[in-house]
């Protein structure tokens, strides 16, 4: 079977059209929501012959799914992207020149992860024009809301479990340097509020001042729940962790402050269930109030879930894509991470998956955001090579 050659050149153009298209996720500041860049996804897949499908997931913000045939029936091989980014409030760059500059492509989004995105489309366009029979059917599909609440890849998801949508295999895109990702924690983030009594400052014993009785809770949490953790050491992704990322309190400064609220962010790991997590804290500070005289506290419900992820290092989409990776990059290896991303809402509906792409992830929401061209250059040969040789199978 033949190879696929990716261009320099029409990587640099879509990746700067790419970025040039603001896409800031309407829950940041700034935020305009995706519609401009899934308006050029099709117009990108129409041009080149390649059917889509549209999936409205709420008024204005649409996933949008490339779809190229294969030799045999059966599930296909999805690429996914999303296409929203983090806001540019900072940035020391114009977000959305894409200059180059030494290699690298500059701009809001470069890395995370338009730079997956491009590398995805230009592949399956390439693909296209070569005229090659491809052993498998393969999807790209660029979807909403990452950097939030994940919403697209859940509508995507949720069209999996139904049946409506059928995969082998997911690779997603992330700025992993061209490693594979295998595993990666979830979390589960939520409200601690403690309720005291207020009352005027110059008497603080007439009150029940919320602040003091938090900081109980939070030592509570540093020296008797967060040393557990690790004897839940995962091989790929390290221990769980929390952290407390917000705290609010206190109404004047003359007034005994008669609430305090802290905002939890628990980091789960492969095997850790994130409601499950979440009543281990509720059963755990129920013993601390016993203990502190007093204390009135209410562990809220979770405001965000998402899931840990892990596949087996010897599946065949990992060993295969090890396998197309070596031609285009050498010294790259399975490794586990600390964040999130859209791999674990797949995974939750059987559908293996690993996180793939090009960038650094230390550079992803930076002020001067950027992504090596060459990188993206590879990541796309990677994927093509990946599509034309790829066994359901296995190798």
């Keep these: 079977m033949g190879q696929v050659e990716i261009d320099p050149a029409e990587i640099t153009r879509v990746l700067q059209e790419l970025v040039a298209i603001p896409s800031v996720n309407p829950a940041f500041e700034g935020g305009c929501g995706e519609a401009g860049v899934a308006d050029y996804v099709k117009q990108y897949l129409a041009e080149h012959g390649i059917p889509y499908m549209e999936q409205l997931v709420e008024p204005g913000r649409s996933n949008i799914i490339g779809m190229l045939p294969g030799q045999h029936p059966g599930p296909a091989l999805l690429l996914e992207a999303h296409m929203d980014t983090v806001q540019t409030t900072g940035m020391t760059i114009d977000p959305f020149a894409g200059t180059v500059t030494d290699g690298r492509l500059y701009g809001r989004g470069a890395c995370d992860t338009k730079g997956s995105l491009a590398a995805m489309l230009v592949a399956v366009a390439a693909l296209k024009r070569s005229g090659l029979p491809l052993p498998v059917g393969v999807h790209v599909a660029a979807v909403i809301d990452e950097e939030y609440r994940y919403t697209g890849v859940s509508r995507l998801a949720a069209s999996i479990s139904s049946g409506e949508l059928s995969y082998c295999g997911a690779v ?139 596949t087996s290092g010897s599946h065949p989409l990992v060993l295969q894509l090890a396998s197309a990776v070596t031609g285009y990059a050498e010294g790259r290896h399975e490794h586990g991470a600390a964040y999130g991303t859209d791999a674990s809402k797949l995974a939750r509906v059987s559908v293996p998956s690993v996180v793939f792409g090009p960038g650094d992830i230390g550079q992803a929401h930076t002020d001067n955001e950027w992504v090596s061209v060459q990188e993206v250059v590879s990541a796309a040969s990677a994927l093509a090579e990946l599509i034309l040789h790829y066994r359901r199978d296995g190798m």
């Design 172 to 310: 997603v895109g992330e700025p992993t340097g061209l490693h594979r990702v295998i595993a990666h924690k979830g979390c589960v983030r939520f409200y601690i509020d403690v309720h005291g009594k207020p009352g005027h400052s110059s008497e603080p014993g007439k009150g029940v001042n919320a602040i003091e009785q938090m900081a109980e809770v939070i030592r509570y949490l540093k020296e008797e729940i967060a040393p557990l953790y690790a004897l839940q050491e995962h091989p790929l992704v390290g221990a769980p962790t929390h952290c407390i990322s917000e705290i609010t309190g206190g109404a004047a400064p003359n007034t005994i402050p008669g609430s305090c609220r802290i905002t939890i962010d628990r980091r789960t790991v492969p095997g850790e269930e994130p409601l499950e997590v979440w009543q281990g804290f509720k059963d755990r500070l129920q013993e601390l109030k016993q203990n502190v005289p007093g204390l009135k506290l209410t562990v809220q419900e979770p405001f965000i879930i998402d899931y840990a992820m892990e």
